[in-house]
């Protein structure tokens, strides 16, 4: 299962900025047809991209982009939120109920939907956007990291349901990216295009997990270790 990118139609969430934006720049120099999703379409700026209003953690946004881009062949899950602080003393469970929505369920709702349009265009793939979170975590950052866990998790569970039609599942994890997210975050970030780089070559290989930086290869080689080794 390997991805011909000139001759993909490709669906980015969250084109409008950050690690999005850089997919998006990047699929349309490499001939890709793109749409580019965005809550807001009139934010997308990439010549050379389709705007589409696409918000993932509506039900309806989501069924109604899928029932009209009906060419689609490659969707990449990027659209996130980090909204921090402890999942303990946190006034209230609210910020993580969004990263929920938005990072787990997000990404699982756009696959549900976008599965039979990739089986009727040949298989294609999913690309899903994680984080060296997905098994690391830390106080400040615990509802981000079990929402990437359990994006994980699904990641895996979708990869095995949707081998038999074809699609290539691929999972993406890094440590901090040069984006707004990272934006309070002092130390070493990977440039954007160069994850976008790798996860593009992926694709053209067929291969199932990229671990983009040092940071997400540490992690996941300690995956084996103490459970202390897991909280930074
Ligand atoms: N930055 C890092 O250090 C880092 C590290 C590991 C993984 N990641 C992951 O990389 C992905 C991209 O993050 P980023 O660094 O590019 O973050 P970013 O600069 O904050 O951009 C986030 C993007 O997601 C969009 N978005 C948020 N909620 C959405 C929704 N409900 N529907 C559609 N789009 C939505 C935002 O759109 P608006 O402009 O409308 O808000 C924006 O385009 C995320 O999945 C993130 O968790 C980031």
Same mark, same amino acid.
């Given at each position: 299962?390997?991805?011909?990118?000139?001759?993909?139609?490709?669906?980015?969430?969250?084109?409008?900025?950050?690690?999005?934006?850089?997919?998006?720049?990047?699929?349309? =120099? =490499?001939?890709?047809?793109?749409?580019?999703?965005?809550? +807001?379409?009139?934010?997308?700026?990439?010549?050379?991209?389709?705007?589409?209003?696409?918000?993932?953690?509506?039900?309806?946004?989501?069924?109604?982009?899928?029932?009209?881009?009906?060419?689609?062949?490659?969707?990449?899950?990027? =659209?996130?939120?980090?909204?921090?602080?402890?999942?303990?003393?946190?006034?209230?469970?609210?910020?993580?109920?969004?990263?929920?929505?938005?990072?787990?369920?997000?990404?699982?709702?756009?696959?549900?939907?976008?599965?039979?349009?990739?089986?009727?265009?040949?298989?294609?793939?999913?690309?899903?956007?994680?984080?060296?979170?997905?098994?690391?975590?830390?106080?400040?950052?615990?509802?981000?990291?079990?929402?990437?866990?359990?994006?994980?998790?699904?990641?895996?569970?979708?990869?095995?349901?949707?081998?038999?039609?074809?699609?290539?599942?691929?999972?993406?994890?890094?440590?901090?990216?040069?984006? +707004?997210?990272?934006?309070?975050?002092?130390?070493?970030?990977?440039?954007?295009?160069?994850?976008?780089?790798?996860?593009?070559?992926?694709?053209?290989?067929?291969?199932?997990?990229?671990?983009?930086?040092?940071?997400?290869?540490?992690?996941?080689?300690?995956?084996?270790?103490?459970?202390?080794?897991?909280?930074?």
């Amino acid at each position: 299962m390997s991805i011909t990118l000139d001759q993909s139609t490709v669906l980015v969430t969250g084109a409008n900025r950050g690690l999005g934006k850089a997919f998006t720049e990047a699929l349309v =120099a =490499a001939g890709a047809t793109v749409y580019a999703g965005a809550r +807001d379409p009139e934010s997308v700026t990439v010549a050379g991209a389709t705007p589409v209003r696409l918000d993932v953690s509506d039900d309806a946004s989501v069924a109604e982009v899928a029932a009209r881009l009906g060419d689609v062949t490659v969707v990449v899950n990027n =659209a996130g939120i980090g909204r921090g602080g402890s999942v303990l003393t946190a006034a209230s469970l609210d910020g993580f109920r969004e990263e929920l929505e938005t990072n787990t369920l997000g990404p699982l709702r756009v696959t549900r939907a976008f599965a039979p349009v990739l089986a009727a265009n040949g298989g294609g793939a999913v690309v899903n956007v994680l984080s060296a979170l997905s098994w690391a975590t830390s106080p400040a950052v615990g509802g981000y990291s079990a929402s990437k866990a359990a994006a994980w998790s699904l990641t895996n569970v979708t990869r095995g349901e949707l081998r038999e039609q074809g699609t290539l599942v691929v999972g993406v994890h890094v440590g901090y990216l040069d984006t +707004d997210m990272a934006a309070h975050v002092e130390g070493p970030k990977l440039p954007p295009e160069d994850l976008v780089a790798q996860v593009l070559e992926a694709l053209e290989n067929g291969d199932e997990e990229v671990l983009g930086d040092d940071t997400s290869r540490f992690v996941k080689s300690v995956l084996s270790g103490p459970p202390a080794h897991l909280v930074v």
